[in-house]
């Protein structure tokens, strides 16, 4: 059974904090042998046409395989790749040019905690180097690396304040992750995966954590993971990705008990589910395409039991299903189809 979402923040606001239209990313590929006669320029189409709104006190979680495109999105919107195009705007205002003190505003509003905790600290710098490091750019010379340390419920403090990385067990390794980005006071947390690398045991207590930071600091945190029982247990609304597309969101509750898309539903017959006794609802076939060449249409027609003609040929467009939000982007909910 895919566990019920936890409440949102008793001071969550529908404000948004940042949103994104049509956010589109394609990486070129580099020139083969075949391509230096041609004039033909081949790109991944990882990320095509996303909107996304995060808001304030609220989690939302992007779910879908790996390859997705759901990282590529963190990426984005930390500003770690140019996008191809779209536009991003903190609290509705664009964010466009690299540099510039409004870019480094922004930076240090929206902040990314990356999956694998260890790559993504110095193995040659304790923890206080890390976190004194981050007060300092972030012009908080001030403030004491231990209150951030209380901030993740690394206490006392002064246990884990002169630790090297591998000294640090996986959770412990992500807490200080996430005090480093707190150095920054963030309205906005990116959690690539943050739990995907850790032992089963510890990963509710980082994702009680980042629930806890949420309701305290009322931060908009976007939640990207590969485990919709995760997103249903933590996230507030729910976005799924399939092969560079956004096909379905709304909350969380309901995205995972009324899904409409296929492919949501595939996703949520393959979560473990040790309480299931009904058969699986879905029954696609085949592997997510190639993201070089995307099937034309709906991406997911070469695999959708559903496929109409329509789905082969027209991108389906974003087909509201409730007044509360739900929706999705497939042509079985187009109204005439009924
Ligand atoms: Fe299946 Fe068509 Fe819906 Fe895509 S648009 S999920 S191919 S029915």
């Known amino acids: 059974m895919i566990e019920a979402a936890m409440p949102a923040a008793s001071g969550a606001t529908e404000e948004v904090v940042l949103d994104a ?19 033909t320029r081949r790109e991944v189409h990882a990320v095509d046409d996303v909107d996304l709104e995060l808001r304030r006190g609220r989690v939302t979680a992007m779910v879908g395989e790996s390859g997705s495109g759901k990282s590529t999105v963190a990426r984005l919107l930390a500003q770690l790749h140019p996008r191809t195009s ?71 403090p002064e246990r884990y304040l002169e630790k090297f990385p591998h000294e640090l067990s996986g959770g412990q390794r992500q807490r200080v992750a996430i005090a480093r980005a707190l150095a920054a006071r963030p309205e906005v947390l990116l959690a690539d995966e943050p739990v995907s690398m850790l032992d089963v045991s510890i990963r509710l207590g980082v994702l009680n954590l980042l629930r806890d930071l949420r309701n305290r600091l009322d931060l908009a945190i976007l939640y990207i993971t590969h485990d919709i029982a995760s997103a249903r247990y933590f996230a507030d609304e729910m976005l799924v990705m399939y092969a560079g597309r956004v096909v379905e969101g709304g909350d969380s509750e309901t995205v995972t008990q009324r899904a409409a898309h296929p492919y949501t539903r595939l996703l949520i017959d393959s979560a473990p589910d040790p309480d299931r006794v009904a058969a699986p609802t879905e029954e696609a076939t085949g592997e997510p395409p190639s993201l070089i060449h995307p099937p034309a249409g709906c991406r997911f027609h070469p695999r959708c039991p559903h496929a109409l003609a329509v789905c082969e040929t027209e991108v389906p467009p974003r087909f509201e299903l409730t007044e509360t939000g739900h929706w999705t982007a497939c042509w079985l909910y187009r109204p005439e189809t009924g």
């Open 21 to 39: 239209a049509g956010l589109t990313k394609h990486f070129p590929v580099r020139r083969g042998v075949r391509e230096l006669f041609t004039r």
């Open 86 to 156: 779209g536009v991003i705007r903190l609290h509705g205002r664009p964010v466009s040019v690299k540099g510039g003190r409004r870019f480094r505003a922004y930076c240090r509003r929206v902040q990314l905690v990356f999956q694998d905790p260890f790559s993504s600290l110095n193995p040659a710098h304790t923890v206080r180097y890390h976190l004194t490091r981050a007060l300092h750019i972030h012009g908080r010379a001030d403030a004491k690396p231990g209150d951030l340390l209380a901030q993740v419920q690394l206490t006392p």
